[in-house]
């Protein structure tokens, strides 16, 4: 049962205009959210996080908005560079589980052009 | 710091055959994480250990999977006999703390590819 969706497998965008990432959520127990960034041959990195109780973090070029009524959250980029053609995933964490694991979307590529 | 180490880094066997992965954490993570990844999908736990002992395998296929992180710190991964459907990156993950609040950042490695013939 995946309860962490990424409806979008890819997504195509130019460079220095905005990338919308979008991810939705069925288990409302989800207290953490995070996106991870990978690029090929290489593991998932960190990218940015949002707890349950906020509806808006932000780092530099990257913001997330989480909308818990819609179980909905969304990673925008910008402006969208090269490097930051990547693979996106959106992972959950449970409130109910003390250990942390992470459940993952299956992911979006991203791929910036000139 | 160094990151996570994985070996090896591609695998090729034919299917029935063994085959073993090999993770080393980031030193001090006391929790680590075994993710396989399957083409076109997100990354799926099949087992989670906190120090030397299992928190989480309630995803493992236990009649050919097993994982073991003997004195806590490397981990090994095994898959005897493979099947097909056993192809994917075997993703070893690991983090400062799997308790408490606040979001649970994982260190991943590269992965270990596999392909089953």
């Known amino acids: 049962d995946q309860q962490v969706k990424q409806n979008s497998p890819s997504l195509s965008v130019q460079e220095g205009r905005i990338s919308i990432l979008n991810c939705d959520y069925t288990?409302?127990?989800?207290?953490?959210f995070l996106w991870y960034k990978k690029y090929p041959a290489e593991g998932p990195t960190f990218l940015i996080s949002i707890s349950s109780i906020k509806d808006k973090n932000e780092d530099g070029r990257f913001t997330v908005f989480l909308n818990k009524s819609a179980k909905h959250l969304s990673l925008h980029i910008v402006p969208s560079q090269p490097g930051d053609s990547a693979v996106y995933f959106c992972?959950?964490?449970?409130?109910?589980?003390?250990?942390?694991?992470?459940?993952f979307g299956a992911g979006t590529q991203v791929v910036v052009t000139p | 710091e160094a990151g996570v180490a994985q070996s090896p880094r591609y695998k090729i066997i034919e299917k029935r055959q063994s085959v073993a992965f090999w993770c080393n954490p980031i030193?001090?993570?006391?929790?680590l994480y075994w993710y396989q990844q399957i083409l076109g999908q997100g990354p799926k736990l099949l087992i989670q250990f906190q120090n030397n002992g299992v928190v989480d395998d309630s995803q493992l296929p236990k009649d050919r999977f097993s994982a073991e992180r003997l004195k806590g710190v490397d981990s090994t991964l095994k898959i005897q006999p493979a099947k097909l459907e056993d192809s994917a990156v075997y993703l070893c993950a690991s983090s400062l703390v799997g308790l408490g609040t606040g979001a649970n950042v994982l260190t991943f490695g590269a992965g270990s590819r596999l392909t089953v013939l």
């Open positions: 288990n409302s127990m989800f207290d953490y």
């Open positions: 030193s001090g993570h006391a929790t």
């Open positions: 992972a959950a964490r449970e409130t109910t589980d003390s250990w942390g694991k992470l459940q």
